[in-house]
């Protein structure tokens, strides 16, 4: 008769071990009738123990919603690293979305209320979001009359366009800042508070309110 020695692998420990050395007999009885199956369990005598009750290990979830934290930080990092190198790289890609519906007949285009948005925005200058740095109202002046506004304005939504056009002046500014090697830089929480107010001046609606 032939023998055929199971040897488990290294997971596995009791109880679980008396399940799986009947799965593996049951299915060679099946595939090869007249076959011992001779266990060799390993693990028991000879492998590696849990020592004080897995204490080391962190409960269910943390470890994972700790690495989606990091990974979401990276994500974001690395988009403001592209928005830096191309300020308008968001409102290139709306763009090219395509209109979101049919504009009716005598109605204003989606693109006139957020260039009218602008233009006020940059009459105040830098008061809107001093802790960027210069520049803010001359950026706005030049997102206004960029080609990109008025297909991305057709492809998005008002609460969508604005938080992306607050992100485009911040970005601008942050990155004309950087490559005149400011001394001093706004860190991403107060960029990011910059951003939340620059998008309240172009209609976006403040959190925790409806329109």
């Given amino acids: 008769m032939t023998t055929v020695i199971f040897i488990h692998g290294t997971g596995v420990r009791p109880p679980h071990t008396d399940a799986l050395n009947a ?23 000879y492998g590696a123990r849990l020592a004080a009750g897995g204490a080391s290990i962190p409960p269910d979830g943390v470890g994972a919603t700790g690495r989606d934290a990091e990974s979401e930080e990276d994500d974001e990092a690395a988009a403001w690293e592209r ?6 790289a968001e409102l290139a ?33 830098e008061s809107v979001a001093p802790e960027l740095g ?18 991305a304005a057709e492809a998005l939504d008002h609460e969508e366009l604005a938080p992306l056009l607050a992100r485009a002046l911040a970005a601008a500014v942050i990155a004309a800042a950087l490559a005149e090697d ?6 991403g929480t107060t960029r990011d508070a910059a951003v939340d107010r620059i998008a309240r001046e172009l209609g976006a609606t403040a959190p925790g309110s409806a329109r």
């Fill in 23 to 45: 799965r593996v007999t049951a299915s060679l009885a099946e595939a090869a009738p007249g076959v011992r199956v001779v266990p060799l369990d390993w693990g028991e005598p």
């Fill in 83 to 88: 928005l830096y190198r191309d300020p308008e």
């Fill in 93 to 125: 890609l709306a763009a090219t979305r395509g209109t979101s519906g049919a504009i009716p007949p005598g109605a204003a285009f989606p693109d006139e209320e957020f260039r009218e948005r602008l233009a006020a925005l940059a009459a105040r200058g």
């Fill in 134 to 151: 210069p520049g803010l109202g001359a950026r706005a002046i030049a997102l206004a009359r960029s080609p990109l506004l008025a297909p």
């Fill in 182 to 187: 400011a001394p001093v830089l706004c860190d």
